[in-house]
């Protein structure tokens, strides 16, 4: 993999300004999972539903539009070596309003933003948002 051969030879070069425990990289990047959110409030509300203890580092991320506009919509990256992505999925799907994070949810070498535009990643038959892709 790329960049586990990049890592290798970026991390001696960089890890003594920086300190090792901001330079670690998960043995695993199955462990990192990558989505959209409509609001920040919605990662906290996602936040306040997971098991922190499960959880490394979460990233979240602001997007600007080409023109510089802002838009309320965040990208999030989780690291989580003790969580499927189903465990995560099935957390979104208690977030009121929270679809676009189940939809868009994937491993992070997968992430391309779009959302899936099916239930399948909702275990719940009847979300709490209130209505369902089918």
Aim: charged share 30%.
């Amino acid at each position: 993999m790329l960049l586990s051969w990049a890592w290798r030879y970026i991390r001696p070069a960089v890890e003594p300004a920086i300190g090792a425990k901001a330079m670690s990289m998960p043995e695993s990047m199955d462990c990192i999972y990558k989505f959209r959110a409509e609001t920040r409030e919605d990662v906290e509300r996602l936040q306040e539903l997971l098991d922190m203890s499960r959880v490394e580092r979460i990233d979240v991320q602001s997007i600007v539009l080409q023109n510089g506009a802002w838009i309320p919509d965040v990208v999030v990256t989780i690291t989580a070596p003790a969580m499927t992505l189903d465990d995560l999925r099935q957390a979104m799907a208690r977030v009121p309003d929270g679809h676009v994070m189940w939809q868009t949810v994937q491993p992070a070498a997968k992430y391309d933003g779009e959302r899936t535009c099916d239930d399948e990643a909702n275990d719940d038959p009847e979300p709490s948002y209130g209505f369902a892709f089918r």
